[in-house]
């Protein structure tokens, strides 16, 4: 009974969270029968090792790192100021 209490609340966490869960790993769970959180591990492990195979970085969780990437990324992307000139 513990186990099923354990999966219900690992149920509502993974509801609360699906925005950040990957495409990937949701379409790698059919169903939410017993066990899914297993399914759901391994799933999120398949992942992260494709992520880093195919990028190089190792998947981590958001951090002052990656925020820091973001914002450089963000900043190169935008669009450079052009000099006002008295015309």
Request: net charge negative; proline share 5%; no cysteine.
């Amino acid at each position: 009974m513990k186990a099923v209490r354990a999966e219900q609340s690992d149920l509502i966490v993974v509801l609360l969270n699906l925005a950040y869960v990957p495409d990937y790993v949701i379409q790698k769970i059919p169903d939410f029968k017993a066990g899914w959180n297993i399914k759901f591990r391994d799933a999120v492990a398949d992942f992260k090792a494709d992520f880093e195979q195919r990028t190089g970085n190792k998947w981590d969780f958001q951090n002052g790192e990656l925020e820091e990437r973001y914002l450089d990324f963000i900043k190169d992307k935008q669009p450079k100021a052009e000099p006002l000139t008295d015309d």
